[in-house]
Structures are given as C-alpha cells and as structure tokens.
C-alpha cells in the first residue's frame, strides 16, 4: 500500500502565496504521475497541475498558468505546489493524485486533501 499525505493549505489573503506538499510513503512502490486537483463548494473535482517522476515539462490548467508551479523531489518522493498571486476563486480544497506501480499494479492514490482559502 502506498499512503499520500498532503499538506500546506491555510487561509491567506488575495495575492498571497502557498506552498502545498504531498509525500508519498510505503513499502517499494513505482512514482509514473503526480498531480493535483481541487474541488470548491458545490462543484466538481478539477485537474490543477501535473509532473511525470522522470521529467519533461509540468502541466497546468489554464486559469493558473504564470501563478502555479508544481515540482517534485524524487528522493523524498513528494510533490509540490508553489501557488502566487492567488485569487479568490482559487479557493478550495486541494487533493494531490498520485498514479503509482507496486508490484505489477498500476493505480491512483489519493492524498486527504487540504484546505485553500483566499480572501478578497
């Protein structure tokens, strides 16, 4: 099994920044994938960010494109995501994904997920 923890959320005001963490942990596992989502209130779960464990360029949705940035440290197999200049719309609680092998398995884990609030 394979354990994704996230972390780093909180409340900050318009254009502030936050850096959020995910580390992964476990017995021997492969890292293909990492990504984050968030979900606001009464909406649906969204794609954020992504980074292939063995490079090539991040991935990002448009809207946070130029303000997010998502980096990775293999060795301490986590994740990261640098948000500037934060909007209130960015608001909402942020999952990291993980699409990961143990064995001959390849599945998606979840991290618990962490609060963003922005303020206007």
């Known amino acids: 099994q394979v354990q994704l923890v996230d972390s780093g959320g909180g409340l900050v005001q318009a254009g502030g920044s936050l850096r959020l963490s995910c580390a992964a942990s476990g017995r021997t596992f492969t890292i293909y994938v990492m990504r984050w989502f968030r979900q606001a209130p009464g909406k649906e779960r969204e794609f954020v960010a992504a980074?292939?464990?063995?490079?090539?360029?991040?991935y990002y949705r448009d809207s946070v494109k130029g303000r997010f940035t998502i980096s990775r440290d293999n060795a301490k197999n986590t994740v990261y995501l640098q948000m500037d200049s934060l909007k209130p719309e960015d608001t909402a609680v942020y999952y990291c994904n993980g699409q990961i092998q143990i064995g001959g398995t390849t599945l998606d884990y979840w991290g618990q997920g962490t609060q963003v609030t922005v303020s206007s």
């Open positions: 980074i292939n464990w063995s490079g090539g360029s991040p």
